[in-house]
């Protein structure tokens, strides 16, 4: 299928985005799918799961319609209601007359204006009533109540194309967003005391329409959020491609989701992942990602990866006091950038501030939404690490020293707000900055007066050592791990374990921290990828039991050796720059170094025990960061899996790892592993 071919799934089985390829669908057809959408009994997951965050992301084409009533196993009630967000469109009007037709219950539906063509069904009631207005949503539900419960809704507010979307169009895209997003949040909230069964998100998009696509997007992760109690689904009709060029970029609709979302009205994590569509002619603004991005609106998360989009200069110094000078090599004070009165400003009034660079615009809005308590503890440090390093372009960190974490930040930071960064910059040599970072935060316990907490972290930058470890001192990183609370495993605990600036940087990182683990274990790893059609690219010993499972797969095997009699074994020299089939190698071992770094703080020695299936879904650019999370859960005394995702900038997914097994066998001795030149 051409064009979009993808659609997101909570950890609620109920939800799922389904693809209609409309090229070969009239729009009777399409509607007659969106209803069996409706009505049949189970979700189907597709065939390829892609995660991000505590997202599942579904690949899933639905060809026909389905071939009789067999498979579907609800019905409306009698005498219930569905209710219907329309937008004038043939799919809108077919869907509604089928839905009556084939059940027996009342169709209410919302339009925006009176409608030209009025549907002529004795069951279908049509009222205007804008459905990004809480209140007018709220009083026709409770009409519609008393002739009958609801027990279905349909989002369809935006069900048809509305035009190419250019940047001279934007508020068309804006209006989108508001029906897409706005209107299933009132509708949701509108409708939390009716019987709800099925809540179906209908939508028309254009393959490469990236506006379009990132608000389907939109729809299906706030959706997720919104109905993680109840059942959904999400079906996203697809209609042929306009001509290259149309469409505003994913990181564009962003930022009027964020003008529309950006205030707390909608508790949703939300992920746009939309295609990059570049204007015709001259270059892609700088701000404008190439890749899809992730913005995470949800306060309080456990994990918050901040995407490289969002390590501007607006967060160089965080929320910086103005009298917090920047200091230069000629010692001559400069205004350190005033962004503690940004924070409280719009995204439009953020805009127009001609010393913030666009990016850091909207990743200022995203700051203010979701708060820096989300990023407390081992995420602050490594915040202010990125940060620091944006004051000076072209320079790479050297070494984290002298990190103090209060110990208020690794208790329930949710409860932590920040109130100053400040950032002094030095030049102690020729091409070299030292910033001190310094947090000040206000923890507010429910049973005390607010008390102050603070961080603080000396970090220095020089040129980039691109064949060495660059003097990095992962100690001090490795300090800050006393916030991922991992020592209960009583549940499934979520924590982003490592970042770094360079997917080289973290693969030399990885392999340095793996293997001196290994060593003072005195035990042996051997690991082995292969590709169909490929030599096996190795690590660490011969190959081993190496085999793959489909065209996209690498399968990844170890063993592990009597950690009494065996030597260590470990394979130091780097893969050349232009051997791709050595990228999976490079992910998966940053992937695993990040769990020991995270583990062994909570006194795990550690060993990798077998990591199934590798799924490896794009080439990363090794200039780019990359970001390694996990989910964490415990499999008896001395057993934890791990499920670990790989995300490059701006959150696109470049690899996952499932059910990646640790074994404890000790203690650690000596403390934390400890990395310089």
Known sequence: MAGFTGGMVSENPWLTAKVVDTDRHTPQQAAEIAVDELTRGDAQEGPEIGYIGNQRYVLQTVAEPLAGDDEVSWHPPDGSTVLVSAAAGDLVGEFVTGLAERTRARVVVLEPRSPVNPITHERVLQRVCDVTDPVAVRSIVADTAAIGPVVAVVHAAAGRPVGPLTEATALSARETVRAKGLGLHCLWHATRDQPVQRILCLEQVSAGRASELAATALLSSLSAELTGDGPARVCTVQTPAPAPGAGLSAAQIADHLLAELGHGCAPARVHVLAEQVRPPTGQAPAWASADPHSLDFAPGTEHAAVPETAQTPAATAGPAAADSPVRTGTGTPEPAPSLLSSINRTSHQCQADAQLDPRAQRFLEDYKIRGLPALAG????????????????????????????????TVQPEQVRIAQVNATTQAPAQGVRRVVVTTLGLREPDDAAPAKTHSRASLTF????????????????????????????????????????????????????????????????????TRPGSPAVRIGGPKLNGSSRGPNSVHATQAVGNPETVAAQSATAPVAETDLLAVPVYLENAARAALIWALHQRGWFIVPAQAEVVQIYQQPDPAQSIYCSATISRQGPDWVSADILITGSGGRVLATAERVRFKRIGKLRGGPVTLTS
Request: hydrophobic share 45%; net charge neutral.
């Open 378 to 409: 081992a995420f602050q440090l490594e915040l202010q690490a990125q940060a620091a390093a944006t004051l000076h372009p072209g320079l790479h960190l050297h070494s984290i020293r002298d990190a103090e974490l209060h110990p208020a930040l």
């Open 462 to 529: 020089g040129p980039p050592r691109p064949r060495q470890l660059a003097g990095l001192d992962l100690a001090a990183e490795l300090s800050a791990g006393r916030a991922l609370d991992l020592s209960g495993f009583d549940q499934a605990a979520h924590a982003v374990v490592a970042t770094g600036p360079s997917l080289r940087r973290i693969e030399r990182a990885a392999l340095a921290t793996e293997n001196t683990v290994i060593a003072q274990l005195g035990g042996m790893r051997r690991m082995s990828l």
